[in-house]
């Protein structure tokens, strides 16, 4: 029974659906020689394999803000965040606290408006000059 040919590499990650992705296999030479085709078989084996164990996670757009805020502020700011889907990458704890913030793009609205509404207009999301 004839083993069906493996595509080769290059087109086996364009096929993955992975979006932007390199990989590298390494042959070291052992005195054989494959050929083109023991080549192409071989490192399409391992382009395979190496497929197969990749985790995949869904890359979500996201924009940086800062936000400025008191303490008593902080919980109710953390769950605005939170249910904006947003994440909280850095905090300077002074006097008062300064947030750096991610929101995914179709969310900014969502969360500008319900720490508006917490807040009774103070606080606001101040984009970072990427």
């Known amino acids: 029974m004839m083993e069906s040919p493996r595509a080769p590499p290059a087109s086996q990650l ?19 020689h494959l050929g083109t085709g023991g080549l192409v078989k071989a490192y399409g084996g391992g382009v395979q394999q190496a497929l197969k ?17 008191h303490y008593p502020q902080l919980a109710w700011v953390e769950a605005a965040i939170q249910q904006a889907e947003g994440l909280i990458v850095a905090g300077e704890y002074q006097e008062s606290i300064i947030l750096t913030l991610e929101i995914p793009l179709h969310r900014i609205a969502v969360a500008n408006d319900k720490l508006r509404d917490l807040s009774r207009g103070a606080l606001q999301l101040t984009p970072v000059s990427q």
């Open 53 to 69: 164990r990749v985790s995949r996670l869904a890359r979500i757009p996201r924009r940086r803000f800062v936000l400025r805020c």
């Open 14 to 32: 364009d096929g993955s659906g992975l979006g932007e992705i390199t990989a590298v296999v390494v042959r070291y030479y052992g005195g054989i």
